[in-house]
């Protein structure tokens, strides 16, 4: 664990983790020196008498400077190794996010659906909230007090054999006896909170899952409301007992440290009573030792702690993050996704505007492919309508043209280039600059929660006359006159302050106000709309994408939304099957066309 997440995270922070250690020696030298400080104390005490208490005031001071020392040195210590931890884990968050976003929609592919070593969205968000917290702040948080319990237990060690080695031997003899109490209950403890968290985690995926609206539906709509709250009743009350069983470990485990400690000041009392009484032990030594015998105890016990449970969760989290790192770890093709680049490089002016040549595709290796030897040519300038049934591979071809993913064989060419082989700049600008794309889920993203921060999401938020004219040409413009404030009014970061239909023509409108783009993919927009509103807003989209010169490829179900374009191609088994003239095909009672549209 260390070597990957403290090199890349944790050591660029080594001006505070200099400052951070030096003030762990100092506060670990003032600990050593306060028991035989508070010890003199006690001997100056008792003469005070002999000397009008001058070396009580003496001793009083050194303690004091001791105390005082010590202090200040263990808030230094731990405002630097702070100031360390959130250091790194800003640095490996971002990372980790960052390296999420430069993937291949690919990557996100669940691993028991692709057959391979791939990472869900959760896994991604527990690396950036969680698992990067608990390993960093065992690199240098838990660290330090790792260094300080060992700190402890060697300088009380040695302080005590300083003080009566014969004592010390005494007390020395009980530590295997002690140690193997304390072992296992660490282990016990670290046994039962593993159950416990396997138990909560599969409670929370339970809950995230019903937490999903389309997932909430589907359960009432099938009347299945009682099934999944039993098994989600099966599942807490699993969480419940494995964490009741965590808390008695953990009590058995606090308990066995407080009887060892107990043991230990009642052992040094009883022995070291006969030595003082001896005369072999003043009254300041005996505290002294019973002092440090507490020392070396604690760091005995907070030494347990780290290797049996913390030092393990750190790995555990470390592990996660790394995991995360490595498979995201993007290619040359995407790892520029980011820069903002807008230069579209390598674009050329062709007849054919998007091509698909002998493309087979496939979401996952195990799984029968999507797209099977599918070529399709869209030309510049012209609309082109998708059609086929549920499952066709429309959606996939609109992904595949701007490399969400990669095609597992065959060319998949933009303006002649090749999408695969394209510079990271060039496939940079070419999905933020020329294309532009609605999707079927309508889903609004948005850099603020107004209005304007939708339309303009990937630009600067400002209301503009190209941003108005965006709007209306969606049929957005009369809701959004309604709003309070306009296109300034808040909407929720995504928008779920709107309608449906609302949701669907502003996604509409952000595509539309990309006014530099040169083609746009229109994956059902209109879906969620009525009849009437649906054909105002073909009108105006395909209206103003030849007034533009825009090349569009629609995928559409409706007679109408078909009927608006000027090219239809039909896909049936993974391949287009028919391409041609929409007026010709429409009208053609033998057409896979005719046919495709009397089935919706």
């Known amino acids: 664990m260390a070597p990957g997440v403290f090199g890349r995270y944790v050591a660029p922070e080594w001006g505070c983790l200099a400052v951070g250690g030096a003030s762990l020696c100092v506060s670990a030298f003032s600990n050593a020196f306060a028991p035989k400080a508070m010890g003199r104390v006690v001997d100056a005490y008792a003469k005070r008498s002999k000397d009008g208490g001058a070396g009580l005031r003496v001793e009083l001071r050194r303690t004091a400077c001791v105390f005082a020392v010590g202090a200040l040195a263990s808030g230094v210590r731990v405002s630097c190794f702070s100031r360390a931890l959130q250091k790194a884990l800003r640095r490996l968050r971002a990372d980790v996010f960052d390296a999420a976003l430069r993937r291949k929609a690919a990557f996100f592919v669940l691993g028991e659906q692709s057959g391979d070593d791939r990472l869900d969205a959760d896994a991604v968000a527990t690396a950036v909230e969680r698992d990067a917290s608990v390993a960093l702040a065992v690199c240098t948080e838990q660290l330090q007090n790792a260094f300080r319990y060992a700190s402890s237990l060697f300088n009380g060690g040695s302080q005590l054999f300083a003080l009566c080695p014969g004592l010390a031997g005494e007390l020395l003899t009980c530590v295997p006896v002690l140690a193997v109490l304390v072992r296992g209950a660490s282990k016990s403890v670290a046994k039962r909170g593993a159950g416990a968290e396997h138990a909560e985690k599969a409670l929370a995926v339970k809950a995230r899952d019903l937490a999903r609206s389309d997932r909430a539906h589907s359960v009432k709509l099938a009347g299945g409301d009682a099934v999944e709250a039993a098994r989600f009743a099966e599942l807490a009350d699993a969480a419940l007992h494995a964490g009741v069983a965590h808390g008695v470990a953990r009590g058995a485990l606090q308990g066995v440290l407080d009887v060892v400690g107990k043991l230990t000041v009642l052992g040094v009392v009883f022995r070291g009573g006969h030595r003082v009484e001896r005369g072999d032990l003043s009254g300041g030594d005996l505290l002294a030792f019973a002092l440090y015998a507490g020392y ?45 680049a807008a230069d579209a490089g390598g674009a050329g002016v062709t007849p054919d505007h998007l091509v698909l040549d002998d493309v087979t595709f496939g979401y996952a290796p195990t799984a029968p492919p999507v797209l099977k030897n599918c070529s399709l040519r869209v030309a510049r300038g012209t609309s082109h309508a998708l059609v086929g049934a549920s499952g066709a591979g429309k959606s996939s071809i609109l992904r595949l043209l701007l490399r969400l993913y990669d095609a597992d064989a065959g060319v998949v060419r933009v303006d002649g280039a090749d999408v695969a082989k394209m510079a990271p700049g060039d496939l940079a600008g070419l999905r933020k600059a020329r294309a532009a794309v609605v999707e079927q889920a309508s889903l609004l993203l948005s850099s603020g929660s107004r209005v304007v921060d939708a339309v303009t999401y990937g630009g600067e938020p400002v209301v503009d006359a190209n941003v108005e004219a965006a709007a209306e040409a969606a049929v957005a413009g009369g809701f959004i006159r309604e709003l309070d404030g306009a296109f300034l009014a808040e909407i929720g970061a995504t928008g779920d302050r709107l309608s449906g239909g609302q949701r669907s023509r502003l996604s509409v409108a952000r595509a539309l106000a990309r006014d530099a783009a040169t083609f746009w993919l229109l994956d059902e927009p209109t879906a969620a709309l009525d009849a009437k509103t649906e054909a105002a807003v073909l009108d105006n989209v395909l209206g103003l994408a030849k007034a533009r010169g825009v090349t569009v490829l629609l995928v559409a179900h409706s007679k109408a939304a078909v009927a608006k374009c000027d090219f239809a191609s039909v896909l049936a088994g993974g391949a287009v099957v028919e391409t041609g003239t929409v007026a010709v095909l429409a009208q053609d009672p033998k057409s896979k066309l005719a046919a495709a549209l009397a089935a919706e």
């Open 296 to 340: 070396a105890s604690l760091g005995l016990a907070g030494l347990a702690k780290f290797a049996a449970s913390e030092l393990k969760a750190g790995k555990r989290a470390a592990k996660a993050c790394l995991r995360v790192l490595a498979l995201a770890d993007v290619d040359a093709a995407s790892a520029a996704l980011l820069d903002g």
